[in-house]
């Protein structure tokens, strides 16, 4: 690709118009149009500028052709170059694959936890999605990080097992159900019990809602068991 790019032979042949009056056409063809111009209405700045321009024109030429190729984003050899605007958008369209790759994974595992009781371990993972051990298990990580998993150890195996937690509002949702039928106040055994969900889960969710505002905590009057009231129940 020579578009744009100057010749020293022809800039010597401009620089013989001087001999016709015409002095500054090789500065006026390498880019430098005020200068050139002063040449012209100068007479070569007396004759001196346009005499030292014979030593000048090979740099003139090479600089104006360096300013062309960058340009034109090629190198110093004329090889086109990669515009960094391209580079860019080539690795957000790479980021934005992996990210949906990993997206579709974790969905994968979530289904196949799903079926075998919440529970998953690493292999099971390989097994069910057809993903690598370290596909799998970065996967793992990342809905730890997220809260979506937990990691728990089993005593009889060495393997990280994530258990996945529930929908923190369907637990919410199955909590205020279950007060309802009981006059609004709840305790965390009647909340498992109801529910079905572990007493962890229950417990953490109540607590939850006493941070919100929306739920009272308090002890039975009779049992001085802990309760929990829905104020708007």
Not at 3 to 14: F, Q, R, S, V
Not at 76 to 89: A, D, F, H, N, T
Not at 170 to 183: F, H, P, S
Request: net charge neutral.
């Amino acid at each position: 690709m020579n578009d744009g790019m100057n010749n020293i032979g022809t800039a010597y042949i401009l620089w013989l118009g001087a001999l016709f009056q015409l002095h500054g056409l090789h500065r006026l063809y390498n880019g430098k149009i005020f200068t050139g111009l002063l040449w012209m209405f100068s007479l070569g700045l007396f004759g001196v500028g346009q005499l030292v321009d014979l030593l000048l024109i090979p740099h003139m030429v090479q600089e104006h052709n360096q300013k062309a190729r960058e340009k034109y984003g090629l190198s110093p050899m004329g090889v086109p170059l990669v515009k960094p605007e391209v580079q860019r958008v080539i690795l957000r369209q790479e980021s934005q694959t992996e990210d949906l790759a990993s997206s579709q994974l974790m969905v994968k595992l979530l289904n196949a936890a799903k079926n075998q009781g919440g529970r998953l371990t690493v292999t099971q993972g390989v097994l069910e999605t057809g993903a690598s051990f370290s596909e799998v298990e970065t996967a793992f990580r990342t809905m730890v990080r997220s809260g979506y998993a937990e990691v728990s150890h089993e005593p009889t195996r060495s393997v990280i097992i994530p258990e996945f937690k529930p929908q923190g509002n369907q637990i919410t949702v199955e909590l205020l159900k279950a007060a309802c039928t009981r006059g609004g106040k709840i305790s965390v055994t009647q909340g498992v019990m109801l529910t079905g969900r572990s007493f962890a889960d229950v417990e953490a969710t109540l607590k939850d809602l006493v941070k919100t505002g929306y739920v009272d905590i308090g002890n039975d009057p009779e049992s001085g068991v802990v309760m929990y009231e829905f104020k708007e129940l």
